[in-house]
């Protein structure tokens, strides 16, 4: 007697069902992660379904540990974006953010900036022998909520431990794939001389934030990293600004090294006014006292998006509509030439060529 | 004067074409990997354009730093499987391997377990400061012959850097993504009381020689990794027995942790024969000595199928006609009860109950 097949939905929920009451069977007791954790066998499972999953909540319903079958309406346009991103931050929690929201918002805005709506995130740690479960738990309930409140589902992941001393208590990496939309064509190859660079408002927060909290630095500031998702940001710029031509979330390396990938992959230059640029004032003054270039520091909360001079205002509009768009600006335009290259008009009234981030003076901000 | 948009394809070109211009302009000279080259700067293109794309060689040729936009065929059925593992090994080259084809393979076989066709992988690296840079283009190249025979494509990365002590040399998270073919429906869910239970082939190969080869143990033995992808193995099983209920690929925890996971999400009893399982010598031998039992050891290129049982000799027949599939055998067989459990039929003619793997004998072994 063979039960007839049941809809892959139904499965899913008979599985779920399976192992919530596995979750009620074995509850996690372990104070710190050990390296049975990783092992695949028993503490594994206690690990993942007797903490993880309850923890990420709504977000974490349909995990499959292996590998998970999604069910997608609208993928009849074929185009799935997929991208990538491990993230190292030291420390884990900062003002503004942990790793788990950083690590949540980081692959949404990687999705976002290729025009694709993020439909699901994968989630693997690297877990350190003995990292406290407490902390673990704390990083899973902000992936947790921070999937949920970009509408993000947590869809497959993987836990492995290492020995004390052979990672730096956790790492995580997010993968992520979403949907492009009839019609969305992004592509740096898409800038012509003549666009507008548009920000979507004050530039390093995030790094500086980072680097206070790890360094312990005697500086009075309130800066708070800028982490949050830009997927409906850019959602709203594309409907008021549909020949947007692409957009760039400036993280590592800054806005500084974004505009350099632009200008050489489009094979243009691209000219922007240092007055234009919104920096606030704490992370100006932390800057001028490190040395350092706000241009040049992580964000991860911020777009940049190259439209079409005819839309500009739109998209400027769209932009300052958004959560967190309201300091947007438009901060300069594409050239013909020199080609490859990114000029600044400098707050003083000259010019200089404004290069990629060298080096690395702020290590493990994301 | 704005130039038509080109189709994806051409962009990609495009973009592909100022890249490969960019890697003969900056060709990386560092013998060591540097905070740096984590930067998301100056350093880091070097290392992508200058290194890691030419070693990926055609599989890597349209990999995209932030987010691949894919234009695929045979989405219409709208059922894409994803999967994520990081791989953390030690020692990172083994006999039989070496942690990059693993990275390829673990995750092709994840995508191939849940019937899918895998399509591509991300390619997520963090690296130690200070590791040579030559063992980072061995594990390249590895990546990239291992996706190239396989016939998947790298199509997205991320390279984080951490410094000295903070991670042991290389770690390497590859997320995939596949195609569910229209009528394929795999779960746990679909087993029934009298289904058979195929193995691919002998077990414990691969934990084992990641064992000896970390431990440097006086044990004379040849004993390789069995890593190898799955995908090819799995569609001529589906091909020859289309009701097949479910695979699970027995890595961490072994066949013993495998087939305890299927019982516990099925609510079914599962019987196998000791003296069905296939083993090499060697390995028998290396885990008579250790007092490990080998069907709690890892594998790498091994399948479990639970079939029909009407089409279980057609299955295989498609296992052993495979590569790497010439030892496969019926080992075992479903029950209805008792729920949850697996029974060993052992060669002294008893029976015992198989437990999931408790502990972890063997860590980082994936």
Known sequence: ?????????????????ARIARRLREPLRDERVTLSHGSGGKASHRLIDGMILPTLGT?????????????????????????????VVSPLFFPGGDI????????????????????????????????????????????????TLAGVMIATGDTKVVPRGKADRLFINTSGIGLVAEGVSLSAANIRAGDRVLLSGCVGDHGIAVM??????????????????????????LAAAPATRCFKDPTRGGVATSLNEMARQAGVGIAIDERLVPVHADVRAACEMLGLDPLHIANEGKLIAIVAPDEAARALDA????????????????LEGPEDMVLLKTEAGGSRVLDMLVGDPLPRIC
């Open 212 to 237: 206070l909290a790890r360094e312990a630095l005697e500086i009075e500031a309130d800066i708070r990293s800028d982490s949050a998702p830009l997927h409906r940001m850019v959602a709203a710029i």
């Open 1 to 17: 007697m063979t039960a007839p097949r049941t809809p892959l939905s139904d499965q899913v929920d008979r599985l779920d069902r």
């Open 100 to 147: 788990g929201s950083l690590a949540v918002h980081g692959t949404i805005n990687d999705l976002a900036t290729a025009g694709a709506q993020p439909l699901c995130l994968s989630l693997a740690f690297i877990l350190e022998e003995g990292l406290e479960m407490s902390v673990l738990r704390s990083v899973v309930e902000s992936i947790g909520s921070a999937a």
């Open 319 to 334: 932009m300052r509509s958004a959560p967190a768009g309201q300091d947007a600006a438009i901060i300069g335009e594409v």
């Open 59 to 87: 977000a974490g319903l349909t995990v499959e540990e292996d590998s998970a079958v999604l069910s997608v309406t609208g993928l009849a346009t074929g185009r799935v974006a997929f991208t990538t991103d491990s993230y």
